[in-house]
């Protein structure tokens, strides 16, 4: 008899034991392999309990027998199988949700990525100690560096000083940078505070691409203002013109008072034209950048340019190199500022009819077209006077030929330039932005 017992008290101890560890498992089950899986489990779990139980009290193994107990614990297979089912539905949602979280953030960064990198300006990050964390391939571009600088100090000691002034004097953040090449690039400072550290951004923009901004802003106000004075002084032109075109048509006048009606006929026209190009400031549209094919585009141009003038053929010779040239640039524009180079060409670089040079080359991984001609050149006290409106040093030209050209250049982030060639040949250069770097203006 007290054999008995204790066997009995023995059994339901491992009845406990056991009990507990099919438990585990069934909740590992219903977590790792979940769905019907996890109820077949647990459902045999259960029967085996229940099996065990009828075994022992048919055999009167024990003296006392647990039927309830092990219902119960059958049954807390089957709840706790269905629980776990629940939780491994509800964390493989989660999961999915975290993954599609992760590869949004994932697609974002990349986004944000090539957005930094494919910026037109570019981009600097810093530290106080001016250690730089990310430069983007606008700004190596800029700076005319292979690799990543460590510091500002390495890029260029003005920077650095510019850097500390701005520091203790937040106002000053921007400045034009001189590199060793004298170009020049603008810079502009700003402050980007995080939770753990305070970070800088340098944000460096070529001069064409500021300068274009400029353009816009000052062809809008100076449009306005020229349409308004040019409507003013054409209405007065024009009854000046028409009477002395009545005062020429007198059958009295002498040969003098003729010799004056003429001249106030030709100054007449003369401002009427300089009328129509102040128009044409007020008139600009903005510019429509697309990507043109120079060693197509150049030669077609100079075919048509030469039939609406009525020009032979051998008045221009063009001249490309092997090399492709692509350029970013409103293809309407580039035709007035190649017609206004072209026709100050033939009638200033052309004095005995000689051939006129057209090149297309590239100058510093920029597409660039120059138009030589034959002239005596400009002299060096009217180089720096060249592109300013209204200044010609010919009694019949308005001016404004190379201003307008000049704005019409930096409008599409080009650089219309004079220079003297190799044999001391009058040029005109337009370097042109290049249509093969992708970047992306802000």
Request: aromatic share 6%; net charge neutral.
């Amino acid at each position: 008899m007290h054999k008995r017992r204790s066997d009995a008290c023995l059994w339901r101890g491992n009845q406990r034991h056991g009990g507990g560890v099919l438990i585990i498992t069934t909740a590992a089950n219903g977590l790792l392999i979940g769905g019907r899986c996890a109820m077949l489990f647990a459902a045999l779990a259960a029967l085996a309990v229940l099996a065990e139980q009828l075994y022992t009290a048919q055999t009167h193994v024990f003296e006392a027998n647990a039927f309830s107990a092990s219902g119960m614990l059958g049954g807390s297979f089957l709840a706790i199988a269905l629980l776990s089912h629940i939780l491994a539905g509800r964390a493989e949602i989660t999961e999915k949700l975290a993954n599609q979280r992760q590869q949004t953030i994932r697609k974002l960064e990349e986004l944000n990525r090539y957005i930094i990198q494919h910026l037109q300006s570019g981009i600097i990050i810093t530290d106080r100690k001016q250690q730089i964390s990310m430069a983007n391939e606008a700004a190596l571009r800029l700076l005319n560096l292979p690799s990543p600088p460590g510091s500002l100090q390495e890029i260029s000691r003005q920077l650095s000083s510019h850097f500390q002034r701005w520091r203790q004097n937040p106002d000053q953040d921007s400045a034009k940078l001189l590199l060793a090449d004298n170009a020049e690039i603008q810079l502009r400072l700003t402050e980007l505070p995080t939770r753990l550290e305070t970070y800088y951004m340098v944000i460096l923009e070529d001069m064409g691409f500021y300068n274009q901004r400029l353009q816009q802003s000052k062809l809008a106000s100076l449009g306005r203002l020229s349409a308004s004075i040019a409507h003013e002084i054409r209405n007065p032109l024009g009854a000046i013109s028409h009477a002395g075109q009545l005062l020429s048509e007198c059958p009295d006048l002498t040969t003098q008072d003729r010799r004056l009606t003429e001249i106030i006929q030709i100054q007449s026209q003369r401002m009427n034209r300089i009328i129509e190009n102040v128009l044409q400031l007020s008139r600009r549209h903005p510019s429509n950048r697309e990507k043109i094919h120079l060693n197509a585009w150049l030669p077609d141009y100079l075919d048509k340019f030469i039939l609406e003038n009525n020009l032979p053929q051998s008045r221009f010779r063009v001249q490309i190199g092997d090399d492709q040239l692509y350029a970013c640039m409103d293809s309407h524009h580039l035709k007035q500022i190649l017609d206004n180079l072209c026709l100050n060409a033939l009638k200033y670089g052309a004095p005995d009819g000689e051939e006129l040079l057209i090149t297309a080359f590239r100058v510093q991984n920029s597409p660039s077209i120059a138009v030589v001609d034959n002239g005596p050149g400009i002299s060096p006290e009217h180089v720096n006077q060249l592109f300013e409106p209204f200044f010609t040093t010919s009694s019949t030209g308005t001016g404004l030929g190379l201003y307008i050209s000049r704005e019409l250049a930096e409008l599409n982030q080009a650089k219309l330039s004079y220079y003297l060639t190799d044999d001391s040949k009058s040029s005109f250069r337009l370097t042109l932005a290049d249509a093969e770097q992708t970047l992306i203006a802000i």
